[in-house]
Each structure stands twice: as structure tokens, then as C-alpha cells.
């Protein structure tokens, strides 16, 4: 009687520890790598690169369609919108890779740059088109294209969230910045709090600036994005991917996705 008390115990403490999936991947953006790489290119670079992480980690892109323009946001698929801030190509640039990516598991996360665009409005043209593809898992606001002296506040984080989720409720929400004074904590599930590291040189800063976005982001998932730089922090890593995931988890308790910039991420593969 006492082993099965026990067992039922222990059955219900692990009942209450959440997992959460992470991943490993890169950001795809037109402009940040020429010639723009082919289905199959970023199918065998992201799986090689989410392995060299372990086998649990989810092999990931951020994917652009919306890139920043002064006065709006320059959607890459067909479409229309009562506001002057929209803009369209005459084509769709992403469909393709989205059913490939579906039958490959790749998760994509559709990332834009907001600029002076209404972020909800841009929500909904962005979902309209892309939420039927199995591979699309979410959204990724890059805030570092928004209003440079507004705050983000938890109320506009929710308010985004309904929005996503009116399209599907497992959808994840990735909120990108390199300023942690920039967004308000808040606390759910189903975001990511993803922290730009580019240009930064110094492992010291390095390691200051991820504790600190991990502790104010807490318990929430957090995520990094590195480029190039990370050569001049991390001298002679034999497998810099799992040796700066190791290196940020030792020291977090949250759990944590990493992101590469497209210009590195098929070197870093092989």
C-alpha cells in the first residue's frame, strides 16, 4: 500500500512539470542572403543544425514576409488592405516553401517588420494567407522595426495574442527586440521572448545581457538570435551551436530556442 501511495505521488508531480519545446534554426530573410537558398538547402541545413543541439530540439525558421518600409510594410504575397501602410508583391514568395516545409516537420514562425503599420491589421492579412500550411506554428513580431520610443506593453502583447489565436489556439507568439527596456514582462505560454544579439563582441556583455533578459522574462520561454559576431566571443568551438546552448542553459532556468542569422547558418551545418 505504501509503494502504491508513492507511486501515485510521484505520478502527480510529474504531472505538474511543463515542458516546453524549444528549437534551433534561422532567420530567412530575401535580403540577408544572395542567392535566396532553395527548398531543399534549408530543409538539410535547419535538421542539420537543430541535431547538433540534441534530438529534442525543434528544427525552426523565422521566415520574413513583411519587410520594413518608411511608411508601412512591404508584404511578399498578393493582397489587399484599407490602410496606405500595406503593400504587396504581385506574386506569392512563400507558399512553396510552406507546403514543402510541412512535409519536412520544419515549424516556421512568419516574422515582419512592422514599421508605422498597424500590427494587428497586419496580423490578420499575414494569417489569412498562411494559417491553412501545416508547417506554419506561429508568429514573430521583429519590434526592432516599430516605434524606437514606445514601450511594448502586456496589454498590445494580449491584444496580439487574441488575434493569433483567433486563427489557431496553439499558435506561439515570438517577440523580438535587442532592448530589454523596450517590452513589459508578461507571463503566458505561448511566447517567446526573443533577444537580438548581434554586434555584440564581448563575452562579457554577452553573458550580462542573456542572464538579464532571461530573469526579467521568467518563466516564459526566451530565445537568442546571433550572427557572425559570435566568432569574436567564442574562440574555437567545435560545435558552436551546442557549446553556446549548453553555455546559456547552464545559466538559465528558462527554456531556451536558438537562432541563427541566415549568413552563418549554412556554414555553421556542415
Known amino acids: 500500500m505504501r509503494y502504491k501511495v508513492l507511486f501515485i505521488i510521484v505520478m502527480l508531480l510529474n504531472s505538474c512539470v511543463t515542458t516546453h519545446e524549444f528549437y534551433t534554426g534561422s532567420l530567412a530573410t530575401r535580403y540577408g542572403i544572395n542567392p535566396f537558398p532553395g527548398k531543399e538547402e534549408w530543409v538539410n541545413s535547419i535538421k542539420q543544425i537543430s541535431k547538433k543541439v540534441n534530438n529534442n530540439s525543434r528544427p525552426a525558421l523565422l521566415w520574413n514576409v513583411g519587410t520594413y518600409l518608411k511608411n508601412g510594410i512591404k508584404l511578399s504575397f498578393p ?127 554577452f553573458i550580462k545581457r542573456y542572464k538579464l533578459w532571461a530573469r526579467k522574462f521568467y518563466p516564459n520561454r526566451i530565445g ?9 566571443m567564442f574562440d574555437n568551438l567545435n560545435n558552436p551551436t551546442l557549446e553556446i546552448y549548453q553555455t546559456i542553459k547552464n545559466e538559465t532556468n528558462n527554456s531556451v530556442s536558438l537562432f541563427w542569422s541566415e549568413n552563418v547558418i549554412f556554414e555553421l551545418s556542415k
Open 79 to 205: 493582397g489587399k488592405s484599407e490602410s496606405n501602410n500595406h503593400y504587396f508583391t504581385e506574386i506569392d514568395l512563400n507558399s512553396e516553401y510552406f507546403k514543402y516545409f510541412s512535409n519536412k516537420k520544419i515549424d516556421v514562425f512568419l516574422i515582419f517588420e512592422p514599421g508605422v503599420a498597424d500590427i494587428s491589421e497586419t496580423l490578420k492579412l499575414i494569417l489569412g494567407n498562411y494559417s491553412s500550411y501545416k508547417s506554419v506554428k506561429g508568429i514573430c513580431i521583429d519590434l526592432e522595426w516599430y516605434d524606437i520610443n514606445k514601450m511594448v506593453t502586456k496589454e498590445e502583447i494580449s491584444k496580439w495574442l487574441t488575434v493569433i489565436h483567433s486563427y489557431n489556439p496553439k499558435y506561439k507568439l515570438i517577440i523580438k527586440h535587442w532592448n530589454i527596456n523596450m517590452i513589459e514582462s508578461f507571463n503566458n505560454k505561448n511566447l517567446i521572448f526573443l533577444q537580438n544579439m548581434d554586434n555584440i563582441e564581448n563575452i562579457d556583455e
Open 224 to 232: 537568442l538570435k546571433l550572427g557572425s559576431d559570435y566568432k569574436k
